[in-house]
């Protein structure tokens, strides 16, 4: 009986490899960056999987050119926007993601944006750098205090009640909008405007969509509590850019923190990347060694379920389940 074919789209760590080759023929797109969409859709040709990173798009194109053959799409990641669910779920497709894995890490990654935020911590990095530290000033680099002050989080699922509960060990009231219940304990639900008027840093962990695209425009930042951080460790998308910019550059806001961007990577001429007090890094939310690795084994054991013919793991359209 022949192996599955199948496509990883970039390699992906070892952990993840290796389960796949023990059962398929996998082919790995080699380079760095994201393979162009003729590549991709040339390697798709006759596969019975895909396993994709969240800046693959795969539509209804990627699936005609896969074929009849296509048995399941597993992405590298928790978000799926890069998907087509819905044509995916009419296809009888699942389509998996890597939930609960990157959970800790990710609202690591945004408390730690918070406090360099607030902190100013890479305008010191480069105050010191650019050989400008002559002496111990009291008004050098003053920055916000994080303990007794209010969180608005945005989107209250996994990672959203995470960084709920860092900031709870900071001594902070915490608001929340959207996403799942918010009854617990020490977390306020709010609605939008309550938590845009009386928060004094915002994290967003909301999924993108039509609904939460650009959700912080230039009517929410003007709402917003004068002098508040941002922080946007979700997607890009949820951010008009050119509205923040706006806020920043005025001084309506003191900081943002940006994990995300839209497009990913940010061009190297956005006016974002000229301002000090809007910090950018590179989607490295899950970015340790440990979470990479179970995100490889869980989209791996996504894709072979998938191959087999058994339920998926992590499933983000379990009805294609139904009546089967």
């Not at 993601?97 to 959970?103: G, Q, S």
Request: proline share 7%.
């Amino acid at each position: 009986m022949s192996r599955p074919r199948v496509l990883v789209t970039r390699a992906i760590p070892e952990a993840g490899l290796a389960l796949l080759r023990e059962e398929c023929d996998v082919d790995v797109w080699p380079g760095e960056e994201p393979p162009p969409r003729a590549e991709l859709l040339e390697r798709l040709q006759g596969r019975d999987g895909v396993l994709s990173l969240l800046v693959d798009r795969i539509d209804a194109q990627a699936m005609d050119t896969a074929g009849p053959t296509l048995k399941v799409i597993s992405n590298y990641a928790v978000g799926v926007d890069n998907v087509d669910v819905a044509e995916a779920t009419r296809r009888r497709l699942p389509v998996g993601h890597t939930p609960d894995v990157l959970t800790d890490t990710t609202a690591d990654l945004a408390f730690a944006l918070l406090l360099s935020a607030a902190r100013r911590l890479p305008e010191a990095e480069r105050f010191v750098h650019a050989g400008k530290w002559k002496t111990w000033g009291p008004t050098l680099l003053l920055g916000r205090d994080v303990y007794g002050a209010t969180l608005g989080i945005v989107g209250l699922g996994r990672i959203g009640k995470a960084v709920a509960r860092r900031a709870q060990g900071f001594g902070m009231r915490v608001l929340a909008f959207g996403g799942a219940s918010a009854a617990s304990a020490g977390i306020l639900p709010v609605d939008f405007e309550t938590l845009l008027r009386e928060s004094d840093f915002i994290s967003l962990h909301a999924p993108l969509g039509p609904k939460t695209r650009h959700l912080f425009d230039k009517d929410a930042f003007a709402r917003m509590k004068p002098g508040a951080i941002l922080v946007n460790t979700a997607r890009g998308g949820l951010v008009d850019q050119t509205a923040l910019y706006d806020a920043l550059a005025s001084g309506a806001l003191f900081a943002a923190a940006l994990d995300v961007t839209d497009p990913e990577p940010l061009p190297q001429d956005s006016p974002l990347l000229t301002l000090p007090n809007c910090l950018v890094v590179p989607h490295i939310g899950s970015a340790s060694i440990a979470t990479r690795d179970r995100m490889a084994v869980v989209a791996a054991r996504n894709l072979l379920a998938g191959l087999r013919g058994e339920r998926l793991p992590f499933c983000v359209n379990p009805e294609v389940y139904r009546g089967a």
